[in-house]
């Protein structure tokens, strides 16, 4: 397992249990990666588990799931709108919940092939096109007010 971030807000809890199974490595922690590199774990890797307690869009998982990366994130936030019914959702505060997902994930190649099409399809619903033009109706909307 890797983990590919650099050092995020609130992170003590990950670097106490990082620090914990770094031993036996099972988890490497792999830091800032380049672009490049961050599209290869993409379309490398069996799964994205992505449990976010605040994000504001979650484009991790829109990026991941371009890929074809079948993508496991929370079920708060912004994010369940942002993975649809393509991906899997948890409680970012469950572990057990989040185990669970991925070995589910990690054990079936049907449910993974399934998450990754319908993954790359979801994922083409979203465009800077379109934000642009939200983002333009939000600011008319106000300048109304």
């Avoid at 672009?35 to 979650?58: C, I, N, Q």
């Avoid at 079920?75 to 409680?91: F, H, K, N, Q």
């Avoid at 990690?106 to 642009?132: C, I, K, N, P, V």
Wanted: charged share 15%; proline share 3%; net charge negative.
């Amino acid at each position: 397992m890797a983990a590919a971030s650099g050092s995020g807000w609130l992170n003590a809890a990950f670097a106490f249990a990082y620090a914990c199974w770094m031993i036996d490595g099972s988890i490497r922690r792999l830091g800032h990666i380049s672009r490049g590199d961050l599209d290869w774990l993409y379309k490398h890797a069996v799964a994205m588990t992505f449990p976010s307690l605040f994000e504001g869009f979650g484009l991790p998982v829109l990026e991941a799931m371009l890929a074809g990366c079948p993508v496991i994130t929370s079920r708060t936030s912004s994010l369940p709108e942002v993975a649809g019914d393509a991906g899997m959702l948890v409680d970012p505060l469950n572990a057990h919940e989040i185990a669970a997902a991925l070995a589910l994930v990690l054990g079936d190649e049907e449910l993974r092939q399934r998450m990754s099409r319908a993954g790359r399809q979801w994922a083409l619903h979203f465009s800077w096109e379109q934000t642009a033009w939200m983002t333009q109706e939000v600011y008319l909307l106000a300048a109304n007010r």
